[in-house]
């Protein structure tokens, strides 16, 4: 059976997620030393809602990253990534959910995604 373009949106999303982990907590980690987290859980509790608690980035979804990367963006990420990766971080929070609201993508949406 051939693969739909929404899961092929959502193994793009799962990769994303593998290869954002790292990076936001050596992000997080440089400006925040052992408080990241606390501080990655207080950003998720406001922007999410009733966020359960993590214990580091490994564990948090791509839907999460997304959200550290966006509202840490002036104190941490600016200084590493230009203003066409924000772009991207935002593109990328509308394809996640798109994705997981279970709309449909075109396979030209889903190549883009």
Do not use: C
């Not at 693969?3 to 936001?24: C, D, M, Q, Y």
């Not at 966020?51 to 997304?66: G, K, M, P, V, Y």
Request: hydrophobic share 45%.
């Amino acid at each position: 059976m051939a693969i739909t373009n929404h899961e092929r949106v959502g193994k793009a999303l799962e990769l994303l997620r593998a290869g954002l982990s790292p990076f936001i907590e050596r992000e997080l980690k440089a400006k925040y030393g052992e408080q990241w987290a606390h501080a990655a859980l207080e950003v998720l509790q406001s922007k999410m809602g009733a966020w359960q608690a993590r214990s580091n980035a490994e564990t948090l979804d791509t839907q999460a990253l997304l959200v550290l990367m966006w509202e840490f963006w002036q104190e941490v990420f600016r200084d590493t990534l230009g203003h066409a990766e924000r772009s991207l971080v935002s593109e990328l929070r509308e394809v996640r959910n798109r994705w997981a609201h279970q709309s449909p993508f075109s396979s030209d949406a889903a190549y883009r995604a």
